[in-house]
């Protein structure tokens, strides 16, 4: 028999004895071990998380330039030629909106003096 052989062993089992970490030691099976996702899941979830970023940045670039044609098209529309009939109404209304205005700031002025 060699020495070596049952020396290492009783030095591998007082060892363990001693030792804060028991070899034989085995998880209970109701609480599993941590989970810890490997270096492929998380650099899925990495680039899944830019590809979420990148999809956020082109749905807002895709708003802004609609919001930017809608104010186009408005703005054609208003500078669009209009009839005389137009024109004439559009004065009208203006001339109706500043004498409505007028009429207005006279009655506070003269609220004001009353009291």
Known sequence: MDDRNVWGRAAAY??????????????PKDRPMAFTPSKDQKRREREQKKLDKRMAR???????LEALQTAEEAAAEEAAPM???????????DFEAELEAEAKAAAEREFEMAC
Request: net charge negative; charged share 40%; aromatic share 4%.
């Open 14 to 27: 007082v060892a363990s004895e001693n030792s804060r970490i028991n070899l034989s030691y085995e998880p």
């Open 58 to 64: 082109e749905d807002a670039r895709a708003e802004k």
């Open 83 to 93: 009839s005389e009939a137009d024109i004439q109404a559009k004065l009208e209304a």
